[in-house]
C-alpha cells in the first residue's frame, strides 16, 4: 500500500538497525531530489514466497523503479533477494527488515562487490548514485554524422580538447561527447551493444501489435540501459521508454532541388523586373513625344534614346529644351548605373531562378515527397493535405542524389544536420549548392536521448545533461565537428581540382612554335598591306598625276 504520509522525502537521515518489526513512522530515507515521493510498503512471510510472486508478475508489485519500496519479512532472508529484484525489473531504492533479527538490509547495485549489506551507519541513495563504481552500462549508439561519429576529420585530430580520442571506437559529436562525459563523471563502465561502424540508424517505430524495430526496440526490451543517438522529442506510439531532458533542438525542412542558373543571355533582362522594363518603355514613348512637340526635329525618338543610352548625338537645343535635356541625362545615368552594377555583379556570383521558400510554393511545385516519419498529421491546412498525398514509397537509392541530380523529387530532413552536407558533398564543378533548403520549415523539434521507462539511472543522467546543456558544451561540441567537417571536405574538394602535371620539353618548343607562326603571319600581313597600298597609289598617278602614300618613312610626290 502507499504511505506516502510516512516515508517523507529527507536530506541525510540515518537508519540505524532496529530490534523487532519496522515502525515505518520513524523511518527516514534520503533520497536524491528527482526521486518519486511514493512510498510501498510489502510484507511477506518469507523471501521464497516473494520471488515466486515476482516470478509470476514483478511489476504489479514493483510498478514504478523510481519509487521507494520498504519489504517486510517474518524470517531473515536465505537468498539475495533484493539482488534478484535488481537483475529482473531493476529497482534499487528498498529496504528489507526481518522481524526474526531485527536486521535492516539494502542492495547497492553500483557497489563493488554489488552484494546486499545490513544497515549499519547513515544510508543515502544520493551517494549510491553519483559514483556508480565501473558499473557495466548498456548503450546503443551508431554513426551520424555529425552528432555521432568514428571517423574524427584531421582538424578535429589536430584540437588538444580532443587528442585522446581514439580513431574507430570512440564516439565525437555532441551525443558521442555526451556519452562519454556520463560514463566519466559518473565511473560507469561503456558497453555498447552491436557494431559502432554501423551506417544510417535506425531509430524503429512501434507497429499497433505492440513490437518494435530499430533502437527503439532495444529500450522496450530491456537491452539496453539508454539509446545515446538523440531523437526528437515527440510521440512513439509507446508509453514504455521515458526522454532525457533536451539537450538542442532541430527544424523539419524540406529539401528540393537548387533552381536553375540564369543563362548569361538572360543576366541583362533579369537586371529589372517586368513592371520596371515597362515603365522603362514608357518613359522612352512619353519623352519621344514630349521632344516631339518641343521641338522640329524629324528624328526625335532616336534622340531621346540616344540620351536615355549615352549615346553620342549632335543636338543644339533651345533654351527651353535644356531642362528636358538635363532630366533625360540623368534619368541615363541612373539606368546605366544599375545595369553596369548588375553586369558586375552577375560577372561575380552566380544567378539563380527563384527559389521555392515557402510550403505554398512546394506544394505548387507538384514534387512528391520522400517517405519520412513526419506524418503531418499535426496540421489540417489545405497545403498540409496536399502534401501528405504527395508522398511517394520508398527506395534503396539514395533520395538526395536523386533530389540534386534528377531534380524529380523532394525530402524532409533536419534542417541543423543537412546544411552541412550541403555545403560539402552536393556542390557542381563551380563549387555551387545543388540542393536549396525550404525557408519556411514544418515544426521545430527538442532533442534528447531515451531510457526504459521508470528508469534508475534518469534522474542522474538528467542532473549531467542540464549542467552541459547550461556550460554551453554541447553546443560548442556540434560546431567543432560542423567546421572540422566542412573544412576537411573542403581541403580534399580543393586537392582534387587543384591538380597539376609536369610539362615536357616538346610542349614548351610547341608553344614557341606557334608564337613564331603567329609573328609570320603578321609580317606576311603587314607586307600585303604596304604592296596593295602603294600599288594603289601608283594605279590612282596615272589617272590623276599626283600621289601621295602615308607610309612610315615612306612619302611619294610630284
Not at 521632344?291 to 549632335?314: C, D, F, Q
Not at 540623368?330 to 555583379?345: A, D, S
Not at 613564331?516 to 603578321?522: D, K, V, Y
Request: net charge neutral.
Amino acid at each position: 500500500m502507499h504511505l506516502k504520509s510516512h516515508l517523507v522525502k529527507t536530506t541525510g537521515t540515518a537508519v540505524p538497525p532496529m530490534a523487532g518489526p519496522v515502525k515505518v513512522e520513524k523511518m527516514f530515507v534520503s533520497t536524491i531530489r528527482t526521486d518519486s515521493t511514493n512510498g510501498h510498503i510489502i510484507i511477506a512471510r518469507n523471501d521464497k514466497l516473494l520471488l515466486k510472486y515476482l516470478q509470476i508478475n514483478p511489476r504489479s508489485i514493483f510498478s514504478t523503479s523510481c519509487d521507494f519500496f520498504a519489504i517486510v519479512l517474518m524470517h531473515d532472508p536465505i537468498s539475495n533477494i533484493l539482488a534478484e529484484i535488481w537483475i529482473q525489473i531493476q529497482v534499487s531504492n528498498i529496504l528489507l527488515q526481518s522481524c526474526t533479527s531485527g536486521n535492516t538490509y539494502i542492495y547497492l547495485p553500483f557497489n563493488i562487490n554489488r552484494t546486499s549489506y545490513i544497515i549499519t551507519n547513515e544510508y543515502s541513495p544520493a551517494r549510491s548514485l553519483s559514483n556508480f563504481n565501473q558499473f557495466r552500462l548498456h548503450v546503443s549508439i551508431q554513426n551520424r554524422p555529425p552528432t555521432a561519429i568514428t571517423k574524427f576529420p584531421r582538424v578535429l585530430q589536430k584540437n588538444p580538447i580532443y587528442a585522446n580520442l581514439v580513431q574507430r571506437k570512440d564516439f565525437a559529436g555532441v551525443d558521442g561527447f555526451l556519452l562519454s562525459n556520463l560514463i566519466e563523471h559518473l565511473n560507469l563502465k561503456l558497453d555498447i551493444f552491436g557494431e559502432t561502424g554501423v551506417e544510417n540508424v535506425q531509430f524503429g517505430r512501434v507497429f499497433p501489435n505492440g513490437t518494435a524495430t530499430g533502437t527503439l526496440a532495444l529500450i522496450l526490451n530491456h537491452q539496453v540501459h539508454l539509446s545515446a543517438n538523440g531523437r526528437f522529442l515527440m510521440d512513439y506510439g509507446t508509453t514504455m521508454v521515458e526522454y532525457t531532458v533536451p539537450y538542442s533542438s532541430d527544424q523539419i525542412c524540406a529539401v528540393v532541388p537548387k533552381a536553375e542558373k540564369v543563362p548569361e543571355l538572360l543576366i541583362l533582362l533579369k537586371s529589372f523586373t517586368l513592371p520596371a522594363w515597362l515603365m522603362i518603355m514608357f518613359i522612352f514613348v512619353i519623352c519621344s513625344v514630349i521632344w516631339y512637340l518641343m521641338g522640329t526635329s524629324r528624328n526625335a525618338w532616336w534622340e531621346v534614346y540616344s540620351l536615355l543610352h549615352g549615346i553620342p548625338v549632335k543636338i543644339s537645343p533651345l533654351t527651353k529644351q535644356i531642362p528636358f535635356l538635363v532630366s533625360c541625362m540623368g534619368f541615363n545615368i541612373i539606368i546605366i548605373g544599375l545595369v553596369e552594377g548588375t553586369l558586375y555583379r552577375s560577372l561575380t556570383t552566380v544567378s539563380y531562378y527563384n527559389d521555392i521558400n515557402t510550403l505554398e510554393e512546394l506544394d505548387q511545385s507538384g514534387l512528391p515527397i520522400a517517405p519520412t516519419f513526419f506524418t503531418f498529421t499535426a496540421d489540417t491546412s489545405k497545403v498540409m493535405k496536399n502534401l501528405k498525398q504527395r508522398k511517394v514509397r520508398p527506395t534503396r537509392e539514395s533520395i538526395l542524389d536523386i533530389v540534386a541530380y534528377n531534380r524529380s523529387i523532394a525530402k524532409l530532413e533536419r534542417k541543423r544536420d543537412i546544411m552541412w552536407v550541403l555545403k560539402t558533398n552536393f556542390v557542381d564543378d563551380e563549387g555551387e549548392p545543388l540542393l536549396h533548403i525550404v525557408d519556411e520549415c514544418f515544426t521545430t523539434f527538442y532533442i534528447s536521448f531515451i531510457v526504459p521507462k521508470n528508469s534508475i539511472f534518469l534522474p542522474t543522467f538528467n542532473d549531467v545533461i542540464i549542467k552541459l546543456f547550461e556550460s554551453g558544451l554541447t553546443n560548442k561540441w556540434y560546431e567543432d565537428v560542423q567546421f572540422s567537417s566542412f573544412v576537411a571536405k573542403m581541403d580534399d574538394m580543393k586537392v582534387k581540382t587543384e591538380t597539376s602535371e609536369s610539362i615536357s620539353f616538346d610542349e614548351i618548343k610547341a608553344v614557341f612554335y606557334v608564337l613564331l607562326l603567329g609573328l609570320a603571319l603578321s609580317l606576311a600581313v603587314f607586307c600585303l598591306e604596304v604592296f596593295l597600298e602603294i600599288n594603289w597609289n601608283f594605279n590612282y598617278y596615272r589617272i590623276y598625276g599626283y600621289i601621295s602614300v602615308k607610309l612610315p618613312n615612306l612619302y611619294f610626290k610630284k
